[in-house]
């Protein structure tokens, strides 16, 4: 399967976003009397609001709505970007990750940690993300530090198995590279997927943000820290592994009294491209 997709992950942050209800302005309550009445046209108070925003107009008044319409936007397209800045890292990732180093005995091919090797996401993400102002910039940086740093957590801990059916008993002094059976990647585990569970996720991005008074931070963060957690968790149950090549002596060989024998001690070729 390819990588997560970026419209999946945007309508999945915008709409645990939306959840959250924030009303614009914030805290807004309607003066008592009939001046505030009185300061607009009719037309002025009656404007219907956005659906299709994330945030909620405090009042029908068209300066909420407009608020309302153009904050809502400019959080939205953030999303868009980030969205699309988090799945293309992770489309890399698959492309030149390997694993290396792995055990084979017999048809049996131990995944250790440490064995699956991958680039960081950070470069990725940051060539990506939005970063047109200095703002865009800190909240780009926060989520891609808090991501990266889970994933690589993750990616270092992952352990599995991998099978090799005609190493059991091949005819031959050497098995020559042949591909692993396909298995999927939820099979694998790793205990640093902790680190890319939702609440550890929106804690490194705030604590990686290093600003309090930011605006809607820690809902942004909370909303795109749930969607990526759901979209990571659909990723593992589509992605096999495969074509992961492994190679090993056979030294029990002794033709013709022992014409076949399981492959020992063999190991992986590191080959990119075994995660689709």
Same mark, same amino acid.
């Given at each position: 399967? /390819?990588?997560?997709?970026? &419209?999946?992950?945007?309508?999945?942050?915008?709409?645990?976003?939306?959840?959250?209800?924030?009303?614009?302005?914030?805290?807004?309550?309607?003066?008592?009397?009939?001046?505030?009445?009185?300061?607009?046209?009719?037309?002025?108070?009656?404007?219907?609001?956005?659906?299709?925003? $994330?945030?909620?107009?405090?009042?029908?008044?068209?300066?909420?709505?407009?608020?309302?319409?153009?904050?809502?936007?400019?959080?939205?397209?953030? $999303?868009?970007? $980030?969205? &699309?800045?988090?799945?293309?890292?992770?489309?890399?990732?698959?492309?030149?990750?390997?694993? +290396?180093?792995?055990?084979?005995?017999?048809?049996?091919?131990?995944?250790?940690?440490?064995?699956?090797?991958?680039? #960081?996401?950070? !470069?990725?993400?940051?060539?990506? %993300? /939005?970063?047109? *102002?200095?703002?865009?910039?800190?909240?780009?940086?926060?989520?891609?530090? %808090?991501?990266?740093?889970?994933?690589?957590?993750?990616?270092?801990?992952?352990?599995?198995? @991998?099978?090799?059916?005609?190493?059991?008993?091949?005819? &031959?002094?050497?098995? #020559?590279?042949?591909?692993?059976?396909?298995?999927?990647?939820?099979?694998?585990?790793?205990?640093?997927?902790?680190?890319?569970?939702?609440?550890?996720?929106?804690?490194?991005?705030?604590?990686?943000?290093?600003?309090?008074? +930011?605006?809607?931070?820690?809902?942004?963060?909370?909303?795109?820290?749930? +969607?990526?957690? *759901?979209?990571?968790? @659909?990723?593992?149950?589509?992605?096999?592994?495969?074509?992961?090549?492994?190679?090993? !002596?056979?030294?029990?060989?002794?033709?013709?009294?022992?014409?076949?024998?399981?492959?020992?001690?063999?190991?992986? $070729?590191?080959?990119?491209?075994?995660?689709?």
């Amino acid at each position: 399967m /390819p990588a997560p997709q970026k &419209g999946q992950l945007a309508e999945l942050a915008k709409l645990n976003f939306k959840a959250k209800a924030i009303g614009l302005p914030v805290k807004w309550q309607t003066p008592g009397g009939d001046q505030y009445v009185k300061a607009f046209a009719l037309s002025e108070l009656v404007q219907p609001p956005d659906g299709a925003s $994330i945030f909620l107009a405090a009042s029908p008044n068209q300066y909420h709505v407009q608020t309302q319409r153009e904050i809502g936007k400019g959080y939205a397209d953030f $999303i868009d970007g $980030i969205s &699309g800045a988090l799945c293309g890292a992770i489309d890399q990732w698959m492309k030149l990750t390997v694993i +290396a180093g792995m055990m084979i005995n017999g048809p049996v091919g131990m995944v250790l940690a440490g064995n699956v090797v991958g680039p #960081p996401l950070l !470069p990725f993400i940051l060539a990506a %993300a /939005p970063v047109s *102002t200095p703002q865009l910039m800190k909240y780009s940086k926060a989520i891609a530090q %808090a991501v990266s740093n889970g994933w690589q957590q993750w990616q270092m801990g992952l352990m599995g198995q @991998l099978m090799y059916p005609a190493f059991a008993a091949f005819p &031959g002094p050497m098995a #020559p590279p042949m591909p692993c059976v396909p298995m999927p990647l939820i099979a694998f585990s790793s205990p640093g997927e902790a680190m890319l569970s939702p609440a550890t996720l929106k804690t490194q991005m705030i604590a990686n943000l290093g600003d309090p008074e +930011a605006l809607h931070h820690q809902e942004l963060f909370d909303a795109v820290a749930q +969607a990526f957690n *759901t979209t990571f968790t @659909l990723f593992k149950a589509t992605t096999v592994v495969q074509n992961v090549l492994g190679t090993g !002596p056979i030294p029990t060989f002794a033709p013709p009294i022992v014409p076949v024998g399981p492959v020992v001690a063999g190991t992986s $070729i590191p080959t990119p491209g075994v995660f689709t």
